[in-house]
C-alpha cells in the first residue's frame, strides 16, 4: 500500500526559507515512470501544483514559482524534499505531496499546513 | 499556458444528477483528470485520463471530454457527495500541470 507523509514547520516568517519533506513507503522511486510532486491550497482557495520529480530525477516547477522552488529525492530514506525561498503570508497554505501516476495525482498526503507570518 | 474554468458553485437535490464542467479552448485534445476533496480532507481522485474510474470509487460517477468542455457526472448524488471538485490536465508541451478553480457542490 502506497502512503504518503508530509512533515515541516507550521509557523515560518517572512523571508525565511521553507523546507517540507515528504516520506512515503510501498513507491520505488527508483522504478521508471514513478514520481512524486507537491502541490499546495491556501486557505478557501483552489489547489495550485507546485513542482514534480521524476523517478530519472528530470524535475519541473511552476512557471511562476520556479525561481524559489527546489525540490530533490533520498532514495535511501524514501523521501522527497521541497525547498521554497523568500517565503510570504501569501505562501500561507496547506502543502501536499502527491504520486503522480500517468498524468493524474492517485495518492496523496493529509497535507501539511504553513503559516507565514512574523 | 491553460486555465481550466469551473462553475464557483453547483446545487443538487439529493437523488438527482450533478454536472460540473470543466473549460478550456479544444481541451478535448488533452486528458482530464478529476478529484473530490471534503472540508479538511486531502483530495481524491475520482475520474482520470478522461472516463476512468479509480477502485472504489462509486459508478455513480463518471466523466466525459469532447471540444471544448470536460465534464464530471454525479448520478443519483447522495448528501456524502457534497464537496469541492476540481479538474485537472497536463501541458505535455512543458510538462506543466494545471488545475481548474474548483467546484462546491452542495447537495440541497
Known amino acids: 500500500q502506497i502512503t504518503l507523509r508530509e512533515s515541516g514547520p507550521t509557523l515560518v516568517k517572512p523571508t525565511q526559507t521553507l523546507t517540507l519533506t515528504c516520506t512515503f513507503s510501498?513507491?520505488?522511486?527508483?522504478?521508471?515512470?514513478?514520481?512524486v510532486g507537491w502541490i499546495r491550497q491556501p486557505p478557501g482557495k483552489a489547489l495550485e501544483w507546485l513542482t514534480v520529480?521524476?523517478?530519472?530525477?528530470?524535475?519541473r516547477y511552476s512557471p511562476s514559482l520556479e525561481s524559489r522552488l527546489t525540490t530533490t529525492k533520498d532514495i535511501s530514506k524514501n523521501q522527497v524534499v521541497l525547498t521554497m525561498t523568500n517565503m510570504d503570508p501569501v505562501d500561507t497554505a496547506t502543502y501536499y505531496c502527491?504520486?503522480?501516476?500517468?498524468?493524474?495525482?492517485?495518492?496523496w498526503g493529509q497535507g501539511t499546513l504553513v503559516i507565514v507570518s512574523s | 499556458s491553460f486555465v481550466l474554468t469551473q462553475p464557483p458553485s453547483l446545487s443538487v437535490a439529493p437523488g438527482q444528477t450533478a454536472r460540473i464542467t470543466c473549460e478550456e479552448n479544444?481541451?478535448?485534445?488533452?486528458?482530464v483528470h478529476w478529484y473530490q476533496q471534503r472540508p479538511g480532507q486531502a483530495p481524491v481522485l475520482v475520474v482520470y485520463?478522461?472516463?476512468d474510474r479509480p477502485s472504489g470509487i462509486p459508478e455513480r460517477f463518471s466523466g466525459s471530454n469532447s471540444g471544448n468542455t470536460a465534464t464530471l457526472t454525479i448520478n443519483r448524488v447522495e448528501a456524502g457527495d457534497e464537496a469541492d471538485y476540481y479538474c485537472q490536465m497536463w501541458e505535455s508541451i512543458n510538462d506543466h500541470v494545471v488545475f481548474g478553480g474548483g467546484t462546491k457542490l452542495t447537495v440541497l
Open positions: 502527491s504520486q503522480r501516476r500517468g498524468s493524474s495525482w492517485s495518492r
Open positions: 479544444n481541451i478535448g485534445s488533452h486528458t
Open positions: 510501498g513507491l520505488p522511486l527508483t522504478t521508471s515512470g514513478v514520481a
Open positions: 485520463d478522461n472516463t
Open positions: 520529480i521524476y523517478w530519472d530525477d528530470v524535475k
